[in-house]
């Protein structure tokens, strides 16, 4: 038994189709636990932070772009192998591989508007848990 942290993202492109509540719901349904949540408006400086390993990238220029686009909603979810379980709910990363279960495959557009973020490994879980929750704002 592992109890895991990991976080996750509910992108402006989610956010703006009214995805919200549908994806709550299958955190709910999954078993893993939210231990903490809010809704924010990122700033510039914090996507550039957030996406570190991604500032080399072609792509990462409209990452941001799209990520500065809306509001999102962020999300500590807790439970048996959280990390590796958001993942496999979510799907990879291009909505065009992705089956209908999962999260990504049912409300993502396109690579970059994938609808969901999700830490992958224990190391980025920890970074990114700690870039949004202290410990007094998990519940
Ligand atoms: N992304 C993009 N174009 C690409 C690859 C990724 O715009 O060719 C965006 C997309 O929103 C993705 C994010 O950058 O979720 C981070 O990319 P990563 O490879 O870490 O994918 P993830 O871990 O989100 O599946
Ligand atoms: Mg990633």
């Known amino acids: 038994m592992t109890i895991e942290r990991t976080l996750a993202i509910i992108k402006p492109d989610a956010f703006e189709n009214h995805h ?5 719901q299958c955190i709910e349904k999954s078993g893993l636990t939210l231990a903490g949540m809010k809704m924010l408006r990122l700033t510039a400086s914090q996507v550039e932070r957030f996406y570190y390993v991604h500032n080399d990238k072609y792509f990462f220029p409209l990452l941001c772009e799209m990520m500065l686009s ?17 993942r ?16 990504r495959g049912a409300f993502g557009e396109s690579i ?13 879980a920890a970074f990114e848990t ?10």
């Open 20 to 24: 919200v509540g549908e994806i709550i």
């Open 70 to 86: 809306g509001p999102v909603v962020v999300m500590l979810i807790e439970g048996e192998s959280a990390i590796s379980r958001w």
């Open 88 to 103: 496999q709910m979510i799907g990879p990363t291009d909505p065009a591989e992705c089956g209908p279960e999962t999260i």
């Open 112 to 124: 970059r508007h994938n609808a969901v973020h999700g830490s992958d490994c224990p190391d980025s």
């Open 130 to 139: 700690a870039f949004f929750f202290s410990e007094s704002e998990l519940v």
